[in-house]
């Protein structure tokens, strides 16, 4: 029975990345360190240069053979983790990353964090399409303020159940 490859990330020293890209390959391990295209204005001129999409990450592709060695090149610091064993990228992940580099330039790439006074929609639970504002901000949960029926009630509900609510 052949194993099938997996993508790993892992963390790099910062503004290593494209080192890091340098020396996987002279190491023979397939790797992809996501470039983004973007314009940088100097006090005398324009130029387009290439940054890391993913500041301090690279995707790599190793044999099993090769998997431990990664760790002792230089620049690398260690595997991401994810729930005690090193973080696997889906190959398709990769592919929808290429494309959608392959088509634009200067990508931004955002975390959509929950912050005081945030619209939000409830995605989730009895509360479902109700809309509030976030009060405050608990590790993984939000308190919420939802106004209705001449009420206001405040709750705690995990971030995952919540929506940024688009402005329009």
């Known amino acids: ?43 005398d001129r324009k130029k387009n240069v290439f940054e890391p999409l993913f500041k301090g990450y690279v995707f790599v592709l190793p044999d099993d053979v090769k998997t431990w060695d990664i760790k002792s090149i230089a620049g690398i610091v260690n595997f991401v983790y994810w729930l005690g064993k090193p973080a696997v990228v889906k190959e398709e992940e990769i592919n929808i990353i290429k494309k959608f580099l392959h088509e634009f330039d200067d990508v931004k790439v955002t975390d959509d964090k929950l912050v005081l006074n945030d619209a939000v929609v409830i995605k989730q639970g009895l509360l479902m399409n ?3 504002i976030v009060l405050e901000v608990i590790g993984n949960s939000a308190k919420v303020k939802i106004q209705g029926m001449g009420l206001t009630l405040t709750a705690l509900f995990d971030k995952k159940n919540l929506q940024k609510k688009i402005k329009t």
């Open 130 to 132: 109700y809309k509030g």
């Open 1 to 43: 029975m052949i194993e099938e490859k997996k993508w790993y990330v892992i963390y790099s020293r910062p503004r290593w990345e494209k080192k890091v890209a340098s020396l996987l390959v002279t190491k023979g391990i397939e790797h992809y360190c996501p470039l983004n295209k973007v314009m940088r204005q100097w006090s």
